[in-house]
């Protein structure tokens, strides 16, 4: 009996540390379009990359930023904490677009990204005709070191 109580006891203990109760642990790495330097059209098309860390149950730190890719390179970007549930979490930014709104979807292997807005060609504060949308990859499920998608800086 003393090592059923034993193993119930470390049952018990694992199951408190799934942070995400019931939701996929989104931490890790996505890519959307990007193919490696020296690869032929490297960042020439549309492109993406998302930076997640998982902050207790119900909230992510997240990185964002999509590129059109040549000729014009116009991009959008962001870094929020986001509320977390149901393997999803929702980007709004009402003072700059109060019609913006971008889902991320995840499963495991990526996230399904979809941009809404009264005017996709001038939303959510990106670049001209920038629009949120398609699934990224996941390329790492470690947990990154989160970048300012515009100067690169640490976090």
Do not use: H, W
Not at 127 to 150: H, I, Q
């Amino acid at each position: 009996m003393k090592k059923l109580g034993g193993i119930l006891i470390v049952l018990l203990l694992f199951s408190g540390c799934n942070a995400f109760k019931g939701n996929l642990d989104p931490t890790g790495t996505y890519s959307f379009g990007l193919r490696p330097m020296g690869e032929e059209d490297s960042g020439i098309g549309y492109n993406g990359l998302i930076q997640v860390i998982g902050i207790g149950n119900n909230k992510i730190a997240m990185t964002f930023e999509v590129n059109k890719g040549a000729p014009s390179y116009n991009s959008g970007s962001f870094v929020d904490t986001l509320a977390y549930a149901d393997n999803r979490s929702i980007f709004t930014i009402p003072a700059i677009d109060p019609s913006c709104r971008i889902t991320f979807e995840f499963d495991r292997k990526g996230v399904e990204v979809n941009e809404e807005a009264d005017n996709l060609n001038s939303a959510c504060g990106f670049g001209n005709a920038v629009v949120a949308k398609g699934y990224f990859k996941k390329v790492s499920k470690k947990k990154p070191v989160l970048k300012a998608p515009l100067t690169g800086e640490t976090l």
